[in-house]
């Protein structure tokens, strides 16, 4: 079965304090994995997708990288309005346009 | 460029009573989503239609569960006989072709 987890849970940041978020995956095939952002009583936003291991997106603050386990959510100097949930989701092979989604990191920047 | 429309924005049904999401996905979109956010829970996939297809029901239950998107009109997620369970966010989206979803801002449904 299609597994998609992230870490960590909750993360709690100073404003300007740089960190990076976790989403491991186990597939049969990877086609596709993506990010979006959530903000509370809001839909998932759109940020990202990843095709193969060794690709970087970068849009602003954020850079999001895979590997063939794992992919990383980079925020560099994030400010109060980084604050969100952070999903993350995979398309896999046969699965057609269906998305695995993890449970979320829940970010909060501070002043 | 309107996004995806979803409405209700909040609905709350009795048990036994019937359930009614509707969903406008955006201008030039021909594929609709349907996923089910629970609390502390992620995402899960329910069911992906294009004009007047299902192309993929694999995470709708099996009972009181229908999805339809006409030729006319917005796609509807239908719930019969709501129980309390059946509480939870319903979100729709919409892509051109692939799954570079675009999400709408959900119907949260609550069953007393």
């Known amino acids: 079965e299609d597994q998609v987890t992230q870490s960590p849970e909750a993360l709690r940041l100073q404003e300007g304090e740089s960190s990076s978020l976790n989403c491991s995956y186990t597939?049969?095939?990877?086609?596709?994995l993506f990010w979006y952002r959530q903000d509370p009583g809001k839909g998932p936003e759109f940020l990202f997708t990843l095709y193969s291991a060794g690709e970087e997106k970068e849009k602003e603050r954020l850079k999001a990288t895979l590997t063939k386990k794992e992919s990383f959510l980079h925020i560099t100097a994030p400010k109060p309005e980084d604050s969100a949930t952070y999903l993350c989701?995979?398309?896999?092979?046969?699965?057609?346009?269906?998305?695995?989604f993890g449970t979320g990191t829940q970010l909060k920047v501070e002043l | 460029n309107a996004g995806v429309m979803q409405n209700p924005r909040h609905l709350v049904r009795r048990r036994g009573q019937e359930a009614r999401l509707r969903c406008s996905p955006m201008k030039g979109h021909s594929h609709v989503y349907w996923y089910r956010q629970l609390p502390e829970e992620g995402l899960k996939f329910m069911v992906y239609l294009q004009k007047e297809n299902i192309i993929d029901e694999s995470g709708m239950p099996k009972e009181r569960f229908s999805a339809e998107f006409p030729k006319e009109g917005p796609s509807i997620l239908r719930i019969q006989q709501v129980v309390r369970g059946d509480s939870a966010a319903y979100f729709c989206?919409?892509?051109?072709?692939?799954?570079?979803?675009?999400f709408g801002s959900g119907t949260r449904l609550t069953v007393v």
């Open positions: 989701a995979v398309q896999v092979t046969g699965g057609g346009n269906k998305l695995t």
């Open positions: 989206a919409s892509s051109r072709d692939g799954p570079g979803y675009t």
């Open positions: 597939v049969s095939g990877l086609r596709g």
